[in-house]
């Protein structure tokens, strides 16, 4: 009953920039915890950002001052402004919305930072 469409992906080089987004659609009546999660090949998923229903945010120690998690609330979309790219953030990464009864999750989008 929810979707989330996740888009921004890409190749960039290292310190470059991109910014990911998240629109999520369905029966939403609220404002719902969101992350957003990356896996690279033969890794655990790991958590990046994250954002509460209140605006709170929280990082990766890896990503802190790079990476910025916000939200469009009227549109239920998230995004991730990621900056300073480096190879080891290529990964697939995720968006994850936190409702009370499920977890709805993204399909992923890629992220490949060449050196």
């Known amino acids: 009953q929810v979707q989330l469409v996740e888009s921004g992906g890409g190749l960039v080089q290292a310190g470059g920039s991109l910014r990911l987004s998240c629109a999520a659609s369905g029966s939403i009546f609220g404002i719902y915890d969101m992350d957003w999660y990356r896996q690279a090949p033969g890794k655990q998923r790991e958590l990046v950002a994250a954002i509460t229903s209140g605006g709170s945010t929280n990082y990766a120690d890896s990503v802190k001052g790079r990476f910025t998690i916000s939200r469009a609330n009227a549109k239920n979309t998230v995004y991730l402004q990621m900056n300073s790219l480096k190879p080891e953030d290529t990964a697939v990464y995720y968006c994850?919305?936190?409702?009370?009864?499920?977890?709805?999750w993204g399909q992923g989008t890629q992220v490949t930072v060449s050196s």
């Open positions: 994850k919305m936190t409702m009370l009864i499920h977890d709805y």
